[in-house]
């Protein structure tokens, strides 16, 4: 099955077609197309991702994204296809696109595709908005089935991805982004609770605003990360006096606001050498790992867990997968840690949901996947 997946929840625009076969035991995945655009550069300037820019810059590039895509898995053609008049209204409030859409698409022949898969949330709104109408519009005029999508099941199912990987229930995911943290008990697929998660900024957040405080570029995390990296080459002397919140509080919650204005207080007034950022970028990560070690490793003992999946573009950072995989080994269960371009936002992550999806009977029957009444929503669960 051919699946073509878009996903423009935050900052990322991504277009990819994915070929699958088998069945959930042994799924296999093969790219035949993939193309992303990270807007991260042009949120820059703003400290952190600007909606109305993400929307605009969505809308701007998804189709030169779907012409890339389809090119690159040999599926572009010239052809001849009727533009359902309805497009216009579906993509009423994305003019750029929609232009661009009539351009390209009745001249392109219908690609050899089974389905479309889209996210449908949680993210920015106005952003998602542009990837399910886009989708939408495709569904319509191309006749192809169209798979709403939530974007934590897709990090959750992307280390899936890769051959020979499976899901031993109940399973663990944290996903850590910066839109989210969360802890979610998996018992059996597609079937989720999430049992803990940040009552207030995401630990990519909290990442990027302390590296805003030490006036390191967005976004903060990998910044932080190196800088943190660096204070413990050069053994730095740090202490523990950022406060680790919530740690020993017996739920699954996170909370790092007080962290981040913990870190505040600690340069306020004062001079703020290289060294100094050196320490206290080591010193809010080390709080940051106790943290996400200790709730993760209570989970995992206290709901019998087999397999733990990270997720998110927080498990980028050297440290905290230094510490899972110490936690993972020492809990004796098995670690599915995606690579980076896999655990960063992408359209593949969707596609490998969306085939998953398509491939259960139990949702099949529940969905007729129209395309009417779907609709996107920034605040879209798991459970
Ligand atoms: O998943 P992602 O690409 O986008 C969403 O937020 O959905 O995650 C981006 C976040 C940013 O907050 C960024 O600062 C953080 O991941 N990040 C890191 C590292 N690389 C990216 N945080 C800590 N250490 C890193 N090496
Ligand atoms: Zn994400």
């Given amino acids: 099955m051919k699946i073509l997946s878009i996903e423009t929840s935050c900052d990322e625009t991504a277009v990819a077609v994915v070929e699958a076969t088998g069945g959930f035991i042994d799924s296999k995945f093969k790219i035949l197309g993939n193309a992303l655009y990270s807007q ?110 939530n974007h934590m099941e897709g990090h959750i199912l992307s280390p899936l991805f890769e051959d020979g990987v499976q899901i031993q229930f109940p399973a663990l995911s944290l996903l850590i982004s910066g839109g989210h943290t969360q802890l979610v008990l998996i018992k059996d697929w597609f079937d989720y609770v999430i049992i803990g998660e940040t009552r207030d900024d995401a630990v990519g957040e909290a990442y990027d605003k302390v590296a805003r405080m030490l006036s390191l570029p967005y976004p903060g995390g990998p910044e932080i990360s190196r800088l943190a990296d660096e204070a413990r080459a050069r053994e730095l002397q740090t202490n523990k006096s950022l406060p680790r919140p919530m740690i020993n509080t017996d739920d699954y919650d996170f909370s790092f606001s007080g962290l981040k204005t913990a870190v505040l207080y600690r340069i306020k007034d004062k001079e703020l050498t290289e060294i100094k950022k050196l320490e206290i970028a080591r010193e809010f990560e080390d709080a940051v790992v106790d943290v996400l070690v200790k709730k993760t490793k209570n989970a995992i003992e206290n709901n019998g867990i087999k397999t733990l999946i990270l997720g998110g573009g927080v498990i ?59 609709s996107a929503d920034g605040n879209l669960r798991l459970d």
């Fill in 40 to 149: 991260a550069s042009k949120h820059a300037e703003y400290g952190g991702v600007y909606p109305t820019l993400a929307k605009r810059e969505h809308s701007k590039n998804l189709v030169p994204l779907l012409q890339k895509a389809l090119t690159e898995a040999g599926l572009f053609n010239t052809g001849s296809v009727d533009v359902n008049p309805e497009v216009d209204n579906i993509l009423e409030r994305e003019t750029e696109l929609l232009e661009q859409f009539k351009e390209l698409i009745p001249k392109t022949a219908i690609p050899d595709i089974d389905a479309i898969a889209v996210t449908q949330g949680p993210g920015l709104e106005p952003a998602l908005w542009v990837g399910l109408n886009f989708a939408k519009a495709l569904s319509l005029v191309w006749n192809k089935p169209l798979v709403p999508i």
């Fill in 316 to 374: 980028a950072n050297k440290e905290i997968r230094k510490n899972m995989i110490i936690l993972a080994r020492d809990s004796g269960v098995n670690l599915l840690l995606p690579e980076f371009s896999m655990a960063t936002d992408n359209a593949v992550m969707i596609a490998v949901a969306g085939y998953l999806r398509l491939i259960d009977e139990k949702v099949k029957d529940q969905q007729p996947y129209g395309v009417a009444g779907l």
